[in-house]
C-alpha cells in the first residue's frame, strides 16, 4: 500500500490531520501522548492478535445478537480506556479474533478481560445463562511492523463467513467511518491518508479461510480453578445458588458426570438436595429440557421417578411458575394424566402437611381439581 500513498504520509500523519482540519483528531492523539500512552507512537507500544473461543457446550455467538452485541463493546474501546483500543476484529460463532494496540503487552491483555467482563454481563438479553462464556486461556499474538499489521489486516477479515466487505460482524464497516481511534492509530502505524486505498488495499489482502478454534471438551481442573476465581469470594459464604451453577457448567464444559464433579468439590455426600437444585438451576439457566440436562449432567445413577418428582417441587419452590408451565415450557415432560402431579402433591402432603387447597394455590391448578384430589386420597 505504501506505494500508492503520498510519501509523506508515512512519517507526517499528524501535519496530514492538520492540513485537513481534522483538530478532533489531533486533540485526541495530544491528550493520549500527554498522559503518556504510546498507542499514537508508531511502533511504540504493543500490538496483539487475540484469539478467543467461546466455552464448551454452549456457543454464546451462535445467535447473531450476541455477535452484535461484542462488536458494539468492541467499537466503543475509547469509553473503557485509553491505554488500549480495537484495530479490527471478526467474531464467527466459535469464537472471536481481536487486533488489539495497547501501552503493552499487560494492557492488551487486561483489555481483553475487559471487554469480556461486560460482555458477560450483557449477553443473551442480560440472562446470561453459563455465566463467563469464554475458555479462561486465550492466545495473544505480537504483531510488529507495517507488513505484519496488513497482514494481520488481511487475515482477520479473511475469517468472515461470505464478503469480507459485507460480512456484519467484522471491523470492515467500523474502519470504513474513517473516525475512528483505530483509525488514528492506524493512519500513524501505516501511513493512511485515504480511507477508499485503505479499503480497497485491505481487501486486495484478504485471504477467505474457516476458523479453527478449540471446540473441545475442558479440563475440569482449569474451569473449577477459572470458575471458582470468578465466582467465589474470598473469606465469604458460598451460596448454594453459586455451587450449583458451578457444579452444572463444570460437568457441560467438561463432559463429566455430577457425581465426580460434586466429588471433586467435597460436596457429594450427604448432598441429594444439591443435586437436585444442580439440576433445576441448569434447566432453568439453560433452557434445557429434563432429558436434555439429565443427559448433560451425567445423571444416569440417580433415580428417574424420584429426580422428576423433585424437580418439579423445587422449580415451583424457586420460581412460583404453575405446574403447566414447569412441565410444558421449563422440564418439556408428558403428564397428561396428571400421574407426575398427584405423586407430587402425595410427597409434599406426607413431608410437609401442605393440604389439597394450599397445593393447588401454589401450582395454579385451574382445572381437573376434582379429579386430582380424588387421585391424591387425602
Given amino acids: 500500500m505504501a506505494s500508492r500513498l503520498p510519501q509523506e504520509a508515512e512519517t507526517g500523519f499528524k501535519e496530514y490531520l492538520r492540513d485537513s482540519g481534522n483538530v478532533a483528531g489531533l486533540e485526541h492523539i495530544s491528550g493520549l501522548e500527554q498522559a503518556g500512552h504510546k498507542i499514537t507512537v508508531k511502533g511504540g507500544g504493543y500490538i496483539g492478535w487475540v484469539s478467543l473461543d467461546c466455552v464448551h457446550g454452549y456457543d454464546v455467538f451462535g445467535d447473531n445478537r450476541n455477535k452484535e452485541k461484542y462488536a458494539g463493546i468492541l467499537q466503543t474501546s475509547s469509553e473503557i480506556g485509553s491505554a488500549a483500543v480495537t484495530l479490527a476484529y471478526c467474531i464467527n460463532d466459535g469464537g472471536a479474533n481481536i487486533l488489539i494496540k495497547g501501552d503493552s503487552e499487560a494492557a492488551v491483555k487486561g483489555y481483553v478481560r475487559v471487554v469480556n467482563d461486560i460482555f458477560e454481563r450483557e449477553y443473551d438479553n442480560g440472562e446470561c445463562p453459563i455465566g463467563y462464556p469464554f475458555r479462561p486461556a486465550f492466545e495473544c499474538k505480537e504483531v510488529k511492523g507495517a507488513h505484519a499489521i496488513w497482514t494481520a489486516l488481511g487475515d482477520i477479515h479473511g475469517y468472515s463467513e461470505g464478503n469480507a466487505e459485507s460480512y456484519p460482524y467484522n471491523s470492515y464497516a467500523y474502519l470504513m467511518r474513517g473516525n475512528n481511534a483505530a483509525n488514528l492509530v492506524l493512519g500513524i502505524e501505516l501511513g493512511i491518508t485515504d480511507i477508499y486505498t485503505f479499503g480497497a488495499e485491505l481487501m486486495s489482502r484478504v485471504t477467505y479461510r474457516t476458523y479453527r478454534g478449540k471446540t473441545g471438551k475442558e479440563k475440569l481442573n482449569a474451569v473449577l480453578e477459572d470458575m471458582r476465581k470468578r465466582y467465589v469470594y474470598p ?144
Fill in 235 to 378: 473469606y465469604a459464604r458460598v451460596k448454594e445458588g453459586v455451587i450449583s451453577k458451578i457444579i452444572g457448567e463444570a460437568c457441560a464444559r467438561c463432559e463429566k458426570p455430577y457425581i465426580k464433579v460434586a466429588k471433586k468439590m467435597k460436596c457429594y455426600k450427604n448432598r441429594h438436595d444439591l443435586t437436585v437444585s444442580t439440576l433445576c438451576s441448569f434447566m432453568l439457566r439453560r433452557k434445557s429440557s429434563f432429558d436434555e440436562s439429565t443427559t448433560i449432567l451425567g445423571m444416569g445413577s440417580e433415580n428417574p421417578n424420584n429426580l422428576i418428582i423433585e424437580a418439579l417441587a423445587e422449580i415451583n419452590r424457586l420460581t412460583g411458575y404453575s405446574y403447566d408451565y414447569i412441565v410444558r415450557k421449563v422440564m418439556r415432560v408428558n403428564d397428561s394424566g396428571y400421574g407426575l402431579l398427584i405423586t407430587t402433591f402425595i410427597h409434599l402432603h406426607a413431608a410437609y402437611g401442605w393440604s389439597f387447597p394450599e397445593m393447588c394455590e401454589k401450582y395454579h391448578i385451574v382445572r381437573d381439581a376434582m379429579y386430582i384430589r380424588a387421585q391424591c386420597n387425602f
